[in-house]
Nanobody, 122 residues
């Protein structure tokens, strides 16, 4: 089995910064794409940022220039550095990963973390 555990959320003032982490553990052969999503109350879950196995990144327009996604393949961990936070960034943030558990099948399964709350408020 595979588990994703997020950390780093919390309460921050507008203009502040937070760094989210998501560590994968369990039966892992290789992790392909990794990403961060968020869901605000009453809204649909949306993609915030993604990063491929080779390190190519993409971002939602609303966070470009403020958020940075990165990954440490040796630690099976993905990070989201969030700077210049705004009240509209308030949401539960989820990591999402495509993980191959067996080199025999080569099949990737998709996993979600449990979510971490980020609140931006003065």
């Amino acid at each position: 089995q595979v588990q994703l555990v997020e950390s780093g959320g919390g309460l921050v003032q507008p203009g502040g910064s937070l760094r989210l982490s998501c560590a994968a553990s369990g039966r892992i052969f290789r992790i392909n794409g990794m990403g961060w999503y968020r869901q605000a109350p009453g809204k649909q879950r949306e993609l915030v940022a993604g990063i491929t196995k080779s390190g190519t990144t993409n971002y939602a327009d609303s966070v470009k220039g403020r958020f940075t996604i990165s990954r440490d393949n040796a630690k099976n961990t993905v990070y989201l550095q969030m700077n210049s936070l705004k009240p509209e960034d308030t949401a539960v943030y989820y990591c999402n990963e495509d993980i191959i558990s067996s080199p025999l099948t080569g099949r990737a399964n998709n996993y979600w973390g449990q979510g971490t709350q980020v609140t931006v408020s003065s």
